[in-house]
């Protein structure tokens, strides 16, 4: 929760320090407008890949303490069984019963990794928060997760024209809720060739491209708070197959100490 604060805070200080410009081209009947401007900084990408990896981390954690409570920690000195632990997320029912690390947990516990699977909003609208996580953990592995602008409206508009514009008539050009691609017209403003048009710069929206479902979905950084949050959940859903633990006398051990001068 802590990196998504984070990259929301970067994300915020992006879109104040480089608003977004838009530049008019008049092309056969109107003008229309494209994004110009700073694209956002990679390192928001390497921040997203920090969050993602402590993410799919935890989840695998999990799977390992619920691998040793079923099958002791002598099977899983095997390398062979113990580089198979890791937390299932698949996208068929046959996919999950079939994993390699199934057999090492036991009843209740692969009931409750099922009840989490991306195949269970298959009938939902909503994007399952474990496939996000397991699609970016992959992507990260190889390559920057790229930040990109998106999330313009046309209640961002704002601009100004030296000859009459009928506003009702102002056309969006992509959806709302896209990514925005610089090569591709955003607005198209019916006005005549001769009109001077300016753009008051407008906040600018840094979001990140997801295929959790199989096609693209646009996520922005609140989305990213609620993922962590998501993820928390279904940690906090294995606690009563654990034992009780006193943390108590361990409570300095999470406090970083500070550094001699």
Not at 119 to 129: D, F, G, I, R, T
Not at 183 to 194: D, G, K, Q, T, Y
Request: include cysteine; aromatic fraction near 8%.
């Amino acid at each position: 929760m802590q990196q998504a604060a984070l990259l929301e805070a970067h994300c915020e200080a992006y879109a104040v320090a480089h608003p977004y410009q838009l530049t008019c081209r008049f092309e056969k009947d109107a003008h229309y407008a494209y994004l110009d401007g700073t694209p956002p900084p990679l390192y928001l990408g390497l921040i997203l890949g920090e969050m993602v990896h402590d993410l799919r981390s935890a989840l695998d954690q999990l799977a390992w303490q619920l691998a040793l409570s079923h099958v002791g920690e002598a099977t899983l000195s095997d390398p062979r069984i113990g580089n198979l632990i890791v937390f299932p997320i698949t996208d068929t029912p046959v996919r999950f019963r079939n994993h390699k690390a199934a057999p090492y947990f036991d009843q209740q516990a692969l009931a409750l990794m099922e009840s989490r699977q991306p195949y269970q909003n298959a009938e939902s609208h909503l994007v399952n928060p474990l496939a996000i996580v397991r699609e970016w953990s992959n992507d990260d592995k190889h390559r920057v997760l790229t930040p990109s602008l998106g999330r313009i409206a046309i209640d961002d508009l704002r601009f100004r024209s030296d000859l009459p514009v009928e506003i009702d008539e102002v056309e969006m050009q992509v959806p709302h809720a896209s990514i925005v691609d610089p090569a591709a017209a955003l607005f198209r403003i019916p006005a005549p060739e001769a009109a001077q048009i300016e753009f008051a710069s407008a906040p600018a929206h840094v979001c990140f491209l997801s295929y959790a479902t199989g096609e693209a979905d646009v996520l922005h950084c609140d989305r990213l708070r609620q993922l962590c949050g998501q993820v928390s959940e279904c940690l906090v859903d294995f606690e009563p197959l654990f034992a009780a633990v006193d943390w108590s006398s361990r409570t300095e051990s999470w406090i970083t100490p500070d550094l001699p001068g």
